[in-house]
């Protein structure tokens, strides 16, 4: 009879091997990463994924540098060709087992800096291709130098039938894909980020196209590679979408962004809807901050804002109403009192892409002047760049549900429920607000031009456009917008938030068929 208890020699080895791909098998490495202030590929994993669920692919892969470097010294010291790669569950305990299901890999910094091997580029293509199978959605931890050129094992010269970007980048549409990253991110590893839907970045990250060694090949000089993309400039350029302190708080926000698009949640809690009525200022001219509304309309905590400081007039945020997840834009009127610039089209139209791609309604909170006009607009490509949002809120095929808070003035508003106020399955406003085809005061000045012309005294002219405006001002009015049935409804502000969950309930949907990628801008 066998002995339960013996060891044989196949399986002895086995756990060696295994043993040695473990962070207890390279302590010194291991000791470096947590004296730079960040945690090995494998703590992160750990952290983001549910106990016991991750399927490694490829553990025992090694550099392909045999030609130069001593076996045993591979398996020590190039664990996986440094690139962890598998199959896990995230957020099963919120969502359920069957909707938790994703891939996840992630670049290790410990091993020859995070580098792309030719092995990593195969496990990568074998990944590619198993997620769009099984379509499971993808967190990739893309730290790292680029291509790695000390490999040996294999015949090149250009390496640029590589597949694994193209693969990668076919998936745009497909699965939603977050990428995560810390520290330097660069060349091969910065497109992986580049060509994912989002991207959290820790506050020490630097990302860019090209690291310090291809900036100095290139003639351009020595640059630093913490001054090549760093997030005070990445921020607000809108490249990343939330930034974050560490590495713990970038795995807590991947595992809430992940959680967006796994369906909806069975509990919820949500504020006090009566502060609402009081959210917006009584004068039409004072700015205010929109975050809040959201904040109070949402569930308690489920509010995500993306690129924060870019296009800073445009709000863009993932959130939750009654379990719900759900897209947001709105209007921000501390900055460029909310009128829509070239940059915020493009940061509305690239979420909406987004939304409408992974089936999430939309919710439109209107408070815009119109489209930012004049010279210095214009030399931003204003027409073209602004008609993005026109066409992407036209192709949507999700619900939107818009909401006039205070002005809805001219083809800016316009944009902001789609094209027309009978785009959305809902458009209401709060009583407060006005719409009109331009900003008033502006319109009165155009439509009553001449008539001002022929007025002598500039204090008895003033005093015309400021009745006129009252005029325009009283015509404006939501409710008077509402009779002649240009919007569906005049609401309390305190009702926001049922009325959007009872409209997104009546407006059943599925997931919009593929064959749409998402625009990287």
Known sequence: MADPDRVRD??????????????????????????????TARENLEDLVDAGSFVEYGRFAVAPQRMRRDIEDLIARTP??????????INGALVGRERSA???????????????GALGHRKKDRLFELIERMTLPTVFFAEGGGGRPGDTDYPVVSALDTRAFALWAKLSGVVPRIAVVKGRCFAGNAVIAGTSDLIVATRDASLG????????????G???????????????NGNVDVVVVDEAEAVAVTKKLLGYFQGPLTEWTAADQSTLRSAVPDRARRAYDVAPIIDTLADEGSVTFLRPRFAREMVTALARIEGRAVGVIANDTRFTAGAITAAASDKAARFLQLCDTFGLPVVSLIDCPGYMVGPAAEA???????????????????????????RGYGLGAQAMAGGSLHEPVLT??????????????????????????????????????????????????????AMLFEIDDVIDPAETRAVVAATLAAATHTRPPRGRFVDTW
């Open 209 to 220: 196209m090209g690291g310090p060694a291809m900036i100095a090949g290139g003639g351009l």
């Open 10 to 39: 196949d399986l002895a080895e086995l756990q060696r091997r295994r043993a040695l791909t473990e962070d207890s098998a390279r302590p010194e490495a291991v000791a470096r990463r947590h004296a730079a202030g960040g945690r």
């Open 222 to 236: 020595d640059v630093p590679p913490d001054e090549v993309g760093p997030m005070s400039t990445q921020e607000p």
């Open 380 to 406: 931003e490509s204003l027409v073209r760049r602004a008609s993005r949002m026109l066409v992407a809120g036209a192709a949507l095929r999700v619900p939107m549900v818009a909401v006039v808070l205070r």
């Open 428 to 481: 209401v406003a709060w009583p407060g607000a006005h719409l009109g085809p331009m900003g008033l005061e502006g319109a009165v000045r155009l439509g009553l031009r001449k008539e001002l012309e022929a007025i002598a005294d500039e204090n008895e002219r003033e005093e015309r456009v400021r009745m006129a405006t009252a005029a325009a001002q009283e015509n404006a009015k939501a409710l008077n917008a």
């Open 80 to 89: 996986a060709d440094g690139l962890i790669a598998g199959t896990a569950r």
């Open 102 to 116: 994703c891939a996840v890999l992630s670049y290790d910094y410990t091993v020859l800096a995070g580098t792309q």
